[in-house]
Each structure stands twice: as structure tokens, then as C-alpha cells.
């Protein structure tokens, strides 16, 4: 076969080299031609669009490079393609086409005569059309080669599937948003229904504990309610009062029974309202009977002074009711009031229907004195008269008997003491309202001492309790000694045992957390806004050794500092330089008593009694420190 091909070849060399080349015969064997390469007739782009004809480029938006034989990327829109090839125009013997295209076939097409060859529906992507002519034997002259490449379609770009990224992240986003707006939306429901159920939770429980509060003092309520119970206590002093309606039984089986119960809650009801004034615990009624008594829960020595108050405000109700009844020709009520003051126990009784009450001598003694007592008086043991006789005044009706009790003194009480009293008339003036609180200072300095005692830092060796007994004592010394008046005793005073306060919190800002104490404790001891401003002044001002000219700031001053004319000066600054060291305010006590050597020499004190109270001259402590260092 191969010879028979060989023997073809030459017979076609000679004959066409005898037709075509001059000064030969025909009978002369041809020249070999080479095949030639496959020419490009028409380029058709999705089966009706013609790009390339006759050697022409029908559009400008694709072109052709000769030098690698590659057109600009065909849109999507267009990926059927028709190509159209021919052979030279040379070419003197039949030839056959033969195509592959890359990236669609997997090898060269069958041989074909055809001249023409259609992809229809390609997929994007990088794609060489290979071309070759073949002779009738088979050979296969040079490749015609074109590379071009089609466009993903528009939903396929990089920009399309950012735009699907961005699209399912914004729907994702959405969807997380709806279903959080749909849990926030729940949860606020659900919030709002636990709301509303703690709300009215809340308004229950508050009735109960205002219930309760009613019932019950607030700190024998807050006791029940944590402990499930309450532990009896014991007052040392306070003072009962007891309340009755003058021949109540008679009144009883005459009157209305509604109308009866009617005025009774009038009296009770305004009662109530005295005794919460005078900050008095109500402890029952028993029909006609009223029982209160001052001192419980909150102890204080303020108590008899306050509960008479509350005793003549009671019975001066019952007079303008008295004087109405008789303009209208109506009957009126009268009642007796009695008062004693001592011991008791305060306490809760009952577990259903509970009951706060008090017992012992003393309740027995103030019910004596209500019934030995007479309709439109207060009647007053002689121990509450003594508690009570700068205040008031008392008209003594002697040793009057009591059952089981003996003789007792009985005073009647007919008023405040001219004094004492606004034009007098009977009403508490400021001298009244002072004096009582010079009293009610005495329950200040117990709350406060009690707290420096149980809080104080053990590492205070100068500013511990001890200190600020010394200074409170030294200022109501100086302060009588210097004339001051009972309004600034109070002040200057309850500066002196609020001055170092503070240290129950460390050295840090010590005066401003004082000021901080003060604020906080003295408004229930009835100190008013500008008493404690000028407390905390006062306090302020107590570690200034300058004059400014204020009395108050100046004896407060001297008493803070009485120690440096005692004979144990030195060992109280060793004790405040020890506490200084141990505190990291100073590095040594050597430093401080160098410090204190020139402090000394140039200290005075301000007030002419602190002068006189000085047991040993400066110079003389000045030395010993000297001599100490």
C-alpha cells in the first residue's frame, strides 16, 4: 500500500511539473507542492451575526491579531459559532478538512470534505479552532489555528456572584434580623408579661408590707419577714400612754351604733396622725381605749417630752370638739389621758392575727394613771415628771393611791412652759424645739459611738473611739465655758463626733466621707438641711490651724488638738506617728515628730479656755520631743 502511495505521488510530481513548469515535457514528472494552510471565509457568531467574510471584518467591535490569531471574547448571547474555511487558490489537487476544537472535542474530527463547521450552544470558557487541510492520500499540511474565548453569561460573572454574595448575605442578614426582631418582639412580650405579673407582684407585696407596716413596727416587719420571726426586746425606757373616753358604756348603749363607730375612727384616725408626728408607736385600741408609747423600736431619750407633746395635741383636739358639740347643742366626749415612764418588752404575739405589743410594770402603771386621772387632762407619774419638767408645766396633785401600786406622784400637765412657748400660748417655740434637741443629741453621740466601735480599723491607735469621746467632751467644755449658745452647742458638737468619722472607710478623703456620715444619720435625729451644712463646715474646718475668725471653727479646732497641752502629749503623738507609719502616710516617726517640733513652736490656741486648760506649756513639750528625737 505504501509503495503504491509513493509510486502515486511521483506520477502526480512529474505530470504536474510537465503542465506548469516551462522547458518541460509533459511527460516530465511534477514537482511536489506543499499542502497549504486553511484559509478563514466567514466567521458567523450566533447563527445569524457575520463577523468575518471574504477577508473582511463585518464589525468593529471584534477583531482579528494575525501575529497569535485571536479574537476579542464573544458575548454569551452569541456562543453558537459557524466557520467557513477554503484552500488556496494555488491548490491544484482536491483537498480534504479535518477540525478540532479545544476545550469542546476530545481529539481531531473525522476528515471531511466539507468546507464549513458549526458549534452550536458552547459553554464560556477559553476555546483554539484548529483547521488542516489532507490530500486524497492522508497527508495533513499545517494548522490554521484561532484562538478566542466566550463570556460567562451575565448571571455568571465575577460581579454577578459578588452581587449573589452580597444578595444572600442581605437576605441572610434580613433573615437574622426578622428573627431577632421576632425574639425581641417575643422576649419584650414575655418581659412585658413578667413585668406586669412583678408589678402587680410588686403592688401586692407592698400592700402586704404597708399591711404589715401598719401592724407591726418596720423593723419587727423587715425581722418577720426575713427570720419568720421576732425576738422579744427589751426597752430600759420608754413612756406609755393610754387614752379613755369618759363613760363610754353609757355613750355606748345610747348613741347609733354606725354613728358610734363613725367618731371613734374620727379620734383614732386623728390620733394616728399625732403620734406618727411625734414619732410614737401605736400599740392597739380597745374600744374606747387608745394605748401608744414612745421609745419602741427605735430607742431615744427624747421619748416622755415627746409623747406629752403628743398627749396635750390629743386633748386639745378633743376641746374644739367639745366647744363645736356645745354650739350645736350636741353631746360631746371627754377623755383621760395617763402617762408613765420605765422599762418594758416589746414584742410580736399571735401567728395567724399577729399582734405587736409591750408588757410590764410600767404599762400597768401608765393604765393606772389614765383611770386615776381626769376627763380633759394629761396625768403624769412623777417619773415621767422628772423627764419632763424643763418643758412643760406640771401641777402637782401628790401622792394619789393606785391599785396594787401603792402611792404614786401624779402631776397634771398644763402646758409648755411660758419659755418655751410661741407668745404663750401653749405651742413649742425654737428655745423648745433646741432644748429638745440638746437632748435628742445625747441618742446621736450613742448611734455614732456604737458604729466607730464596731467599724473602726484596729490599726488606728490615735483616731479610735477614745479620740473622738475626748474631742467631744472637750468641745462641750470649751464651748459652755465661751458663752456659745445652745444652737451652736448642737452644731459644734455634732461636728466634734462626726469629725472623724470618716476613718471607718481608711485614710483616703477621711473629712469628705465624715461629711458623708453626718448627711447620712442626722436627718432622723431631726437635724434640719442647714444645721448639717453647717455641721459639715464645721468638720471641714477641723483640721485648719489659721484663724478665720469663726467662733464655732475655732473651738472645734482646740478641742481637736487639747492634747498638745496635756501631760501625755508625747505619748499621743507617738500613737498618732505609729498609726501614720502604718497607714503609709508617713515613712518614719522621726519625720513626723521633726515636723511636729516646729509645729508646736509656732501653735497657739484660739480660745482663752483652751489656754487655760493647758497642763504643760509648749516650751516643755517641745523639748521632750527634742530630746525624744
Not at 186 to 208: A, H, P, Q
Not at 370 to 399: A, L, Q
Not at 503 to 522: H, I, P, V
Request: with cysteine.
Amino acid at each position: 500500500m505504501k509503495f503504491l502511495r509513493k509510486t502515486y505521488k511521483i506520477l502526480l510530481i512529474f505530470s504536474f511539473s510537465g503542465l506548469f513548469l516551462p522547458g518541460y515535457s509533459s511527460l516530465q514528472v511534477p514537482e511536489e507542492q506543499q499542502i497549504p494552510v486553511p484559509l478563514l471565509n466567514k466567521l458567523v457568531l450566533g447563527n445569524d451575526s457575520v463577523y468575518f467574510s471574504d477577508g473582511n471584518w463585518t464589525s468593529g467591535n471584534f477583531y482579528i491579531d494575525h501575529g497569535i490569531y485571536t479574537i476579542s471574547p464573544i458575548p454569551y448571547f452569541l456562543n453558537s459559532i459557524f466557520f467557513e474555511f477554503k484552500s488556496s487558490e494555488n491548490s491544484v489537487f482536491p483537498l480534504y478538512f479535518q477540525y478540532f476544537l479545544e476545550g469542546f472535542d476530545d481529539d481531531w474530527l473525522n476528515i471531511t470534505s466539507y468546507n464549513i463547521k458549526e458549534y452550536s450552544n458552547l459553554d464560556e470558557g477559553e476555546y483554539t479552532i484548529r483547521v488542516r487541510n489532507l490530500s486524497a492520500s492522508g497527508e495533513a499540511g499545517k494548522t490554521f489555528s484561532l484562538n478566542f474565548r466566550i463570556k460567562p453569561p451575565v448571571y455568571r460573572t465575577k460581579i454577578a456572584y459578588s452581587i449573589y454574595f452580597v444578595f444572600v448575605v442581605l437576605v441572610l442578614w434580613a433573615i437574622i434580623q426578622a428573627r431577632t426582631f421576632q425574639f425581641a418582639k417575643e422576649r419584650y412580650e414575655l418581659e412585658r408579661i413578667i413585668n406586669e405579673r412583678t408589678e402587680e407582684m410588686v403592688k401586692e407585696m407592698d400592700k402586704s408590707d404597708n399591711l404589715l407596716a401598719n401592724v407591726l413596727p418596720k423593723d419587727t416587719a423587715d425581722e418577720l419577714k426575713s427570720k419568720g420571726k421576732v425576738s422579744k426586746r427589751k426597752y430600759k425606757m420608754a413612756t406609755v400612754l393610754f387614752s379613755d373616753i369618759q363613760g363610754f358604756t353609757k355613750i355606748a348603749e345610747e348613741m347609733n351604733p354606725e354613728k358610734l363607730i363613725d367618731e371613734l375612727d374620727t379620734f383614732f384616725f386623728h390620733f394616728d396622725s399625732v403620734v406618727e408626728k411625734y414619732n410614737i408607736e401605736k400599740i392597739k385600741t380597745i374600744g374606747d381605749a387608745y394605748m401608744c408609747a414612745g421609745g419602741i423600736p427605735d430607742k431615744n431619750r427624747t421619748n416622755p417630752v415627746e409623747v406629752v407633746l403628743a398627749a396635750i395635741e390629743m386633748q386639745e383636739y378633743m376641746k374644739k370638739l367639745k366647744k363645736t358639740a356645745e354650739i350645736r347643742n350636741q353631746n360631746f366626749w371627754d377623755i383621760r389621758i395617763g402617762i408613765h415612764t420605765g422599762p418594758v418588752i416589746a414584742g410580736v404575739v399571735g401567728q395567724k392575727k399577729l399582734s405587736y405589743d409591750i408588757w410590764g410594770d410600767t404599762v400597768n402603771t401608765a393604765s393606772r394613771m389614765e383611770s386615776s386621772g381626769e376627763p380633759g387632762k394629761v396625768n403624769i407619774s412623777g417619773t415621767t415628771y422628772e423627764m419632763v419638767k424643763k418643758f412643760f408645766i406640771c401641777e402637782y396633785r401628790g401622792k394619789m393611791p393606785v391599785k396594787y401600786k401603792g402611792e404614786i406622784d401624779m402631776y397634771f400637765v398644763n402646758g409648755v412652759r411660758p419659755e418655751l412657748s410661741i407668745d404663750m400660748k401653749g405651742l413649742p417655740n425654737k428655745k423648745f424645739r433646741t432644748r429638745l434637741q440638746l437632748l435628742r443629741l445625747t441618742d446621736v453621740e450613742e448611734d455614732l459611738l456604737m458604729k466607730l466601735e464596731n467599724g473602726l480599723p484596729d490599726n488606728l491607735s490615735f483616731h479610735n473611739l477614745k479620740h473622738t469621746v475626748n474631742v467631744s467632751t472637750q468641745v462641750e467644755l470649751i464651748g459652755r465655758a465661751e458663752g456659745i449658745s445652745d444652737e451652736e452647742i448642737i452644731l459644734v458638737q455634732t461636728a466634734g463626733l462626726f469629725h472623724d468619722s470618716g476613718f471607718l472607710d481608711g485614710y483616703e478623703n477621711y473629712k469628705q466621707t465624715s461629711c458623708y456620715y453626718a448627711r447620712d444619720m442626722l436627718p432622723k435625729y431631726g437635724y434640719s438641711e442647714n444645721q448639717i451644712e453647717d455641721v459639715c463646715k464645721l468638720i471641714m474646718s477641723a483640721r485648719m490651724h489659721v484663724s478665720s475668725g469663726n467662733k464655732l471653727e475655732e473651738i472645734l479646732c482646740d478641742a481637736n488638738l487639747m492634747y498638745l497641752g496635756r501631760v501625755d502629749c508625747i505619748q499621743m503623738m507617738k500613737n498618732l506617728a505609729k498609726e501614720m507609719v502604718d497607714n503609709n502616710v508617713l515613712s518614719s516617726e522621726k519625720e513626723w515628730f521633726e515636723k511636729q517640733i516646729e509645729f508646736i513652736k509656732d501653735h497657739e490656741f484660739f480660745t482663752a479656755t483652751a489656754r487655760a486648760l493647758r497642763e504643760v506649756s509648749k516650751e516643755e513639750q517641745r523639748k521632750k520631743m527634742e530630746e525624744l528625737i
